[in-house]
């Protein structure tokens, strides 16, 4: 399985919305799909599973949509904290899984 | 949920490390477990992931045959033995736990042990 991100950066400002995507090279099962934040400095954050549900406590502005191999983050109102790297994740039900290569959303 | 790595640092490439991740605040047996590095300045690779019972145990084509990875319950620890490093094994090595006993998202990680691959 072969995660491809775009675009690779966003170049945007706070209050803009932000919608990233990631394309699956099959169909992903079961909709195993998540993403995932990171700031400079710290570890990936979850933010997204299922390719839909929210992580307890994210804000309601990260949204996850798709379906199949398609799949999109949304962030509706940037906030200056949001300017990071985000990756999707697809996942499985045996401990092996793929990453993609992120899209960094700058200002 | 604490993931705590050590064992990382600088080891010349054909060398072997062995990281540790030392693991509290979650019933340890009941949940998958992975490896995953980083290179400086780049994105996130899976490594390698464990069951909860070492029953299932799945490696990145770039490890394998050069990196085991195993589990110890009663001591709620995890563990990476790294033979054959190589330069571009340099990265920051993180601990999570996924979410289900033998695999899932991720939902807790640690902060990373450094491992550094220099002649």
């Known amino acids: 399985m072969v995660l491809t991100q775009s675009p690779g950066t966003l170049s945007l400002s706070p209050g803009d919305k932000a919608t990233l995507s990631c394309r699956a090279s099959q169909s992903v099962p079961i909709n195993y799909l998540a993403w995932y934040q990171q700031r400079p400095g710290q570890p990936p954050r979850l933010l997204i599973y299922?390719?839909?549900t929210r992580a307890a406590g994210i804000p309601v502005r990260f949204s996850g949509s798709g379906s199949g191999r398609d799949f999109t983050l949304t962030i509706s109102r940037l906030e200056p904290e949001d300017f990071a790297v985000y990756y999707c994740?697809?996942?499985?039900?045996?401990?092996?899984?793929?990453f993609g290569h992120g899209t960094r959303v700058e200002i | 949920v604490q993931l705590v790595e050590s064992g990382g640092g600088l080891v010349r490439p054909g060398r072997s490390l062995r990281l540790s991740c030392a693991a509290s605040?979650?019933?340890?047996?009941?949940?998958?477990l992975h490896w995953v590095r980083q290179p400086p300045g780049k994105g996130l690779e899976w490594v390698a992931g464990?069951?909860?019972?070492?029953?299932?145990?799945y490696y990145a084509d770039s490890v394998k045959g050069r990196f085991t990875v195993s589990r110890d319950n009663g001591k709620n620890s995890l563990y990476l033995q790294m033979n054959s490093l190589k330069t571009e094994d340099t990265a920051l090595y993180y601990c999570?736990?996924?979410?289900?006993?033998?695999?899932?998202?991720?939902?807790?990680w640690g902060q990373g042990s450094l491992v550094t691959v220099t002649s």
């Open positions: 999570v736990k996924a979410q289900y006993s033998r695999g899932g998202y991720f939902h807790s």
């Open positions: 994740h697809q996942y499985d039900t045996s401990p092996t899984c793929t």
């Open positions: 605040g979650f019933t340890f047996d009941d949940f998958a």
């Open positions: 299922g390719a839909s």
């Open positions: 464990i069951s909860w019972n070492s029953g299932s145990i």
